[in-house]
């Protein structure tokens, strides 16, 4: 089991930062994913940004340029450095992770396997 344990999440006006952090622990694998998906209300849980085993990183195209997904692999974090945020990135954010998923799998939520509890981004204008 992978417990993922998400912080950093508030309320910032449109154009402010926030940085969101996502712990593991318990069992790790060697080829896991570690994204972030989000979900608005009334909404479905959509990616936002993904880094692989490799660090090779994916986003959305609706944060790419403004979001920054990384990774401390000693300290099994992941972190997510939102800039220029909108109203629109109103959000619960969740982090998600997952082993052995192959490129066309990682923008779908249904193939993760662990989840944390999520965290509260409110983008006031």
């Known amino acids: 089991q992978v417990q993922l344990l998400e912080s950093g999440g508030g309320t910032v006006q449109a154009g402010g930062s926030l940085r969101l952090s996502c712990a593991a622990s318990?069992?790790?694998?060697?080829?896991?994913?570690m994204g972030w998906f989000r979900q608005a209300p009334g909404k479905e849980r959509e990616f936002v940004a993904v880094?692989?085993?490799?660090?090779?990183?994916y986003y959305s195209d609706s944060v790419k340029g403004r979001f920054t997904i990384s990774r401390d692999s000693a300290k099994k974090q992941v972190f997510l450095q939102m800039n220029s945020l909108i109203p629109e990135d109103t959000a619960v954010y969740y982090c998600?992770?997952?082993?052995?998923?192959?490129?066309?799998?990682?923008?779908?939520?249904?193939?993760?396997?662990?989840w944390g509890q999520g965290q509260q981004v409110t983008v006031s204008s």
């Open positions: 318990g069992r790790t694998f060697s080829s896991g994913s």
């Open positions: 880094i692989r085993w490799n660090s090779i990183t």
């Open positions: 998600a992770a997952a082993s052995g998923l192959i490129p066309s799998q990682l923008r779908n939520p249904g193939a993760y396997d662990y």
